[in-house]
């Protein structure tokens, strides 16, 4: 089970209410759980009451055929429970099973559909601790607190119940003992939280220091930092040692302690029980039942106050996991879709549900359906955009990209060509001005169309774990073979992948890190070449590969780029010389716009960048 780590739910209300949402899909399952536990309980509370019949009723008036009788009866009565116990132990495991299966199909479901505004504005780390801390820590909750809780609040409520039924006296000084016991757990307890919050902090950052170290091995020992990693290494390790000792030390005491006291508790229980045999005033039976009973008492209160503590651990990460559930999903109200349509002999356009490789826009208007071909005709009419309120990224953009065009951005870091980029595909949506896209609003297009129609090579590849055919095919899952070795040839990949021990077959893992950079580039812009969009985005997709590579994919990029609008961003200028229109942007603002030869003889920003004079940041 998950340790507790002192963190308490905000909302401990809601955070509740809505767990209980998963918990009644499986109402029945758990009342049944519940039902088991306090028929298991049950037998371990009545079984102990019945010594007192048993010696005072048959034992002390030696009735050998009633001891026998009671005995099976007991029998029975212990193995219905143990039946109990196992039933309700599986079926809890399954439920448990099935609600953070539930909650995390649905937290899986629910990223996908954030905007990218919430991954920028949270670390890959917290997002994936959801997934995995988080969870894990509910669904130990759930396996484990949900039946040792009713069983331990069963057997604490029937003890101190059947107590006060055999002696009222003896059980007030019962109490006193367990209101001792009680407030010292809960002192070791708040300390052991404290120590392990901070065994946990002082853990996370000494694995991040560890994992930094591996990944940069190779700087570490360039620098010849070892002995200094090393040092540092050894005060973080040396600060998890301090507090996992005084977070163990104090959890440690827990136990003893609580045994310790129900020992004294018994010794002097059974002492003055033993005067009040003598004197008459409890009967053997009930005695030896009543001194069973005062060992029984420290298990299940220990049990409750761990339970406790392990539930508002699992709330907390409980809480994490519905507040980003709660997070606003990318709105998408388009009522433009792309379609598959046919062309007519009078030119006209029909739409059709087989592929047939034309494709257009159904517009809907009123009752009638308007169908736009879809050629990739995209313009910026006075952009305005920031990424937050009070930081304006974009200034009034005009940009007009004509089917087929080729358009390039140029300009320093941060001057927004990507963000240009990010704004056709709807990642984010503009303060003012207007997109659109085949004469249409982008707005009014609904956003998976949108983005269908659009093919983007990034910098930062992101390859899948799968083979290299399957990671060509994630541009177009409904490719073939032949495509898919197509779009290869033509991003210039096919030679090197062929020379791979099993070619299209060779299992890709961990970003593909068993290729090269320019390698993991060729099969992204495979990707995209399989996808055949009439829109595609190259967002410095050549920086990764060497000059002579470049010169190579260049040649198959123009067979590509043939017939669709490109949207490029480099820092080479020589791979955006034969641009159709080239736009040279600084904070926010195209200062030049024309075509490479226009923009040298305006002797400016790009002429300066051309000739060296000016050096992109």
Not at 230 to 250: M, Q, V
Not at 390 to 416: D, M, R
Not at 464 to 475: E, L, V, W
Not at 533 to 552: F, G, Q, Y
Request: glycine share 8%; aromatic share 10%.
């Amino acid at each position: 089970m998950a340790k507790a780590t002192g963190k308490k739910p905000q909302n401990m209300a809601k955070t509740l209410r809505k767990l209980m949402k998963y918990m009644g899909n499986h109402k029945f399952s758990l009342l049944l759980v519940g039902i088991l536990v306090i028929c298991s309980a049950g037998a371990n509370l009545y079984g102990t009451y019945m010594l007192q019949p048993i010696i005072d009723e048959y034992i002390v008036p030696k009735d050998y055929d009633g001891l026998v009788s009671v005995i099976l009866f007991m029998a029975l009565m212990y193995g219905a429970g143990v039946c109990a116990t196992a039933i309700y132990k599986q079926l809890m495991t399954h439920t448990a099973q099935k609600i953070t299966q539930e909650i995390r199909r649905d937290l899986f479901k629910k990223m996908q559909k954030l905007p990218l505004r919430f991954f920028d504005s949270q670390t890959h780390g917290d997002i994936m601790s959801r997934f995995t801390n988080d969870i894990d820590t509910l669904q130990d909750a759930l396996n484990n607190c949900f039946d040792n809780l009713i069983q331990s609040f069963t057997m604490i409520i029937g003890t101190l119940t059947a107590i006060f039924i055999l002696n009222w006296q003896l059980s007030l000084l019962v109490m006193i003992f367990m209101i001792i016991m009680y407030f010292l757990i809960q002192f070791y307890s708040k300390r052991s939280k404290y120590y392990f919050s901070h065994q946990q902090a002082a853990m996370g950052k000494l694995n991040g220091f560890i994992e930094e170290m591996v990944e940069g091995s190779k700087v570490v020992k360039v620098f010849n930092h070892e002995d200094i990693s090393f040092k540092e290494f050894e005060e973080r390790n040396e600060r998890l040692r301090i507090a996992g000792t005084k977070a163990l030390t104090y959890s440690g005491k827990t136990i003893p302690t609580v045994v310790a006291i129900s020992y004294i508790n018994y010794a002097v229980v059974a002492c003055i029980g033993g005067f009040f045999a003598i004197a008459g005033k409890i009967q053997l039976g009930a005695l030896a039942s009543y001194l069973v009973y005062v060992r029984q008492t420290a298990l299940p209160i220990n049990q409750f106050t761990q339970q406790l503590n392990f539930i508002l651990a699992a709330m907390a990460g409980a809480e994490r996991i519905f507040t980003m559930m709660d997070e606003k999903e990318e709105v998408d109200d388009g009522k433009v879709t792309l379609t598959s349509v046919r062309l007519m002999e009078d030119g006209s356009l029909e739409e059709c549900k087989e592929h047939t490789g034309h494709w257009a826009w159904r517009h809907p208007h009123g009752d009638q359906i308007e169908l736009v071909p879809l050629q990739g005709d995209v313009r910026f009419h006075d952009v305005v955009f920031g990424y937050t309120s009070n930081v304006t990224v974009l200034k009034g953009i005009h940009v007009y990209a004509k089917p087929g065009q080729k358009i390039a951005f140029v300009g320093s870091t941060g001057a927004g060509k990507t963000t240009i980029t990010n704004l056709i595909n709807r990642f984010y949506d503009i303060k003012s001005g207007s997109i659109t896209y085949d004469g249409i609003d982008v707005k009014l297009i609904q956003k998976a169309d949108l983005r269908h129609s659009i093919s983007v090579v990034l910098q930062d590849t992101q390859l899948f774990t799968g083979t290299i055919a399957d990671n060509i095919r994630y541009g177009n899952l409904d490719a073939d073979m032949e495509q898919i070795i197509e779009a290869a040839k033509l991003a210039n990949a096919h030679s090197f992948i062929k020379r791979l021990p099993n070619g299209y077959d060779t299992m890709l893992e961990g970003n593909g890190s068993n290729l090269s950079q320019g390698q993991r580039q060729l099969l992204a812009i495979a990707r995209a070449a399989v996808a055949d969009p009439p829109v595609l985005i190259l967002d410095e997709a050549t920086s990764s590969i060497d000059t002579r590579t470049e010169k190579l994919i260049e040649q198959g990029m123009d067979k590509l780029m043939e017939g669709r609008t490109v949207f490029v961003i480099a820092h080479r200028l020589s791979t955006v010389r034969n641009s159709d229109a080239i736009m040279v942007l600084d904070h926010g603002e195209i200062i030049e716009r024309g075509s490479h030869e226009e923009l040298l003889q305006q002797k400016g920003r790009y002429y300066q960048l051309y000739t060296g004079q000016f050096e992109l940041s």
